[in-house]
């Protein structure tokens, strides 16, 4: 007589045949003719040592992951393969080198999750023949040489410096654009470009200066040029 608990299941053999599977609950063997090997059907953990691997462009990394696997036919997992542990475990890291081996370094750091999907699916693949079932896989830490580590810093330097200027050129474009139109309606209105210089005059007294500014209308300006281009004129002509 024994017990099987919830989560075992009794893979029994008689007399060296497969006879059947049995608990969780009370069930009987007969002496001497049947064997039982137990299992556990709950989701174990393996976690992959890490692994010194090449990815696709040629830059040597260490990798290590999770994997989350549980046994859904008790009978294959027992007949099927000798120690299923051990066979996911040494299949999983396989599989995990070849696929870093298949993308590059850039891939690896940004796509992990689609990584993780493919070696899950892969991995499964492989592992339903002996009843087993992967349920997930997640890479870990990603350890590139300290070497890689400086080029990739100054490489995202260099971008942030170069998306920097372009907004600051874009800043200026956009500024002389704005000015220009500024000085287009104010070139039509004298009124305006007043009110602009007394503006920029009350802006200067803000300041705690000794300086003192003294602005000319722009009347005066505008009739001294006029001015000026008559006398020019009659000279040429005289």
């Known amino acids: 007589m024994k017990i099987a608990q919830e989560y075992q299941r009794a893979v029994v053999f008689r007399l060296g045949r497969f006879q059947k599977i049995k608990g969780p609950d009370l069930y009987f063997l007969i002496p001497l003719i049947d064997k039982q090997q137990r299992v556990d059907i709950r989701t174990k953990t393996a976690d992959l040592e890490q692994q010194e691997t090449i990815t696709k462009d040629s830059v040597t990394v260490k990798v290590n992951a999770v994997l989350w696997f549980r046994i859904v036919n008790p009978e294959n997992a027992i007949i099927q393969v000798a120690d299923y542990y051990k066979a996911v475990y040494q299949f999983s890291i396989t599989a995990l080198r070849n696929i870093i081996g298949q993308h590059s370094l850039d891939e690896v750091l940004r796509s992990r999750e689609a990584i993780n999907d493919t070696l899950q699916k892969m991995v499964d693949m492989k592992t339903e023949p002996w009843g087993i079932k992967i349920e997930m896989v997640e890479m870990k830490d990603v350890e590139i040489p300290e070497g890689m580590q400086r080029a990739m810093a ?85």
């Not at 600051?168 to 287009?184: C, D, R, W």
């Not at 920029?200 to 009739?223: H, K, Q, Y």
């Open 154 to 238: 100054r490489e995202a330097e260099a971008i942030r410096e170069k998306r920097a200027r372009i907004v600051k050129a874009e800043a200026e474009l956009e500024a002389s654009i704005k000015l220009t139109q500024g000085a287009k309606e104010m070139e039509g209105s004298p009124i305006a470009l007043e009110l602009r210089r007394m503006q920029m005059l009350s802006e200067i007294g803000i300041d705690n200066n000794t300086a003192t500014i003294v602005l000319i209308p722009s009347d005066f300006t505008n009739a001294a040029r006029n001015f000026s281009e008559m006398l020019m004129k009659q000279k040429s002509e005289g």
